[in-house]
């Protein structure tokens, strides 16, 4: 599909890896709109690329809806492009010290991560379904955000294991289903990226993190990520499957 003139909606727009893709869409040419849950990260974000910013928490099916709605009345059409990249990473033992439990760490990592993604396809998929279709017979292009842990999860990541394997694991069905309105639905496994979420580690616990990766040996950058996004998106025989990127990382036990 695409990019340039295509109205396209990025949840976690407001930092990292969904920054960086907003930046991306919008300098090629992109009617670009962010959704995240800190409304002020998101409007500094698209003030500096002229995007519109809406303000949703992805985990509320509700506000995700008004959200979509709000950037089809803003751009007078529903986005054909969602990319979901709005996402938390709690580290929690399933069963930690003294028989403490984390199912409120399990809870919220699922709503956010794997609801949220599920919110923000189907409402913006029951749209698309409403456009003409494009050259080609495509309508729209989903992308979400699973994460290498999806198949190398750490100790303490089982949640957000359990959130990016589900996210992997309904990217087939979904693309499926929705083949026969055009449109595609994929995923892409990060591995280690330089975003906010990894900035706050120690520098020892980041260079460890650094030694594990073959080539290149270092942090991905989120424009790599973005880079990845808009390749998925121009090519219209990329559906139905994860995409690891990730430098050949593959993460130990701890
Ligand atoms: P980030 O923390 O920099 O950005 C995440 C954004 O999502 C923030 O702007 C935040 O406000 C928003 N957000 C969080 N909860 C939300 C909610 N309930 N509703 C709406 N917005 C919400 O993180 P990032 O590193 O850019 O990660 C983006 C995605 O990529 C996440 O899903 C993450 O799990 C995944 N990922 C990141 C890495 C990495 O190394 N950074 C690796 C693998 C996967």
Redesign the pocket.
């Known amino acids: 599909m695409q990019i340039d003139k295509t109205i396209a909606l990025v ?9 960086a893709t907003a930046r991306y869409l919008a300098e090629a040419g992109a009617r670009v709109a962010i ?4 409304g002020e ?2 409007a500094a974000v698209a003030r500096s690329i002229d995007a519109f910013a809406v303000r ?4 509320d099916e509700a506000e995700v809806d008004r959200a979509i709605e709000d950037v089809a009345g803003h751009f007078g059409s529903s986005p054909r492009i969602a990319i ?6 709690a580290a929690a033992r399933i069963v930690g010290r003294e028989g403490k439990t984390s199912f409120d760490v399990f809870d919220r990592t699922l709503k ?2 794997l609801y ?1 993604s599920y919110h923000v396809m189907t409402h913006a998929a029951r749209r698309i379904m409403e456009l003409e279709p494009l050259a080609g017979g495509e309508r729209g292009v989903i992308i979400n ?5 999806y198949q190398d999860g750490q100790l303490g990541q089982a949640a ?1 294991a359990a959130s ?1 394997g589900a996210i992997a694991s309904l990217c087939l069905p979904a693309a499926r289903e929705f083949s026969r309105f055009g449109i595609r639905v994929m995923a892409i ?10 900035e706050g580690l120690p520098e020892e616990v980041a260079a460890e993190i650094t030694n594990n990766i073959p080539f290149p040996d270092r ?2 950058l ?1 424009e790599e990520y973005a880079m990845l996004a808009g390749q998925i998106i121009a090519n219209p025989y990329l559906n139905g499957t994860t995409i690891r990127l990730d430098g050949a990382v593959r993460l130990p036990p701890r």
């Open positions: 949840s976690g727009g407001g930092s990292g890896l969904g920054a959704l995240d849950f800190d990260r998101a949703a928490d992805v985990s979901s990249c709005a996402g938390i990473g956010v991560n949220g955000t699973a994460s290498v842990a957000y990016k496994a990060p591995g280690l990226f330089h975003t906010p979420m990894m942090l991905g989120p």
